[in-house]
């Protein structure tokens, strides 16, 4: 599976973005996805998922409220919507793809990964 994810910029605190992550390559439907992301000097960790169905999601409890994933297997394309963004959201989104996930993220855990994109917000 190749994946592209775009939409990253800046913008200020409170604001929104919506980042999406194009896939290609072998049957969408199929992975579960996630978004991940690793500010600097950080490791990079688990945000949000969702099962290849979409009947589950996982957010982590820094983006609860805040941030919603969704996908459109017609489009093979996962996103990822973030409101009342705040400083320490800034990082580098990854989308990654699971083909066999059970619930549980982690970096170690994604088959496949997309180059990241950036995501700053200034206070």
């Known amino acids: 599976v190749q994946l592209q994810a775009s939409g990253g910029g800046l913008v200020q605190a409170g604001g929104s973005l919506r980042l999406s992550c194009a896939a290609s390559g072998r049957t969408f439907s199929e992975y579960a996805m996630g978004w991940f992301r690793q500010a600097p000097g950080k490791e990079r960790e688990f945000v949000v998922g969702?099962?290849?169905?979409?009947?589950?999601?996982y957010y982590a409890d820094s983006v609860k409220d805040r941030f919603t994933i969704s996908r459109d297997n017609a489009k093979n394309t996962v996103y990822l919507q973030m409101n009342d963004l705040k400083p320490e959201d800034t990082a580098v989104y990854y989308c990654?793809?699971?083909?066999?996930?059970?619930?549980?993220?982690?970096?170690?855990?994604?088959?496949?990964w997309g180059k990241g994109t950036q995501v700053t917000v200034s206070s």
């Open positions: 969702i099962s290849t169905s979409r009947i589950r999601t």
């Open positions: 990654a793809a699971d083909g066999f996930n059970v619930g549980v993220w982690s970096v170690e855990g994604m088959d496949y």
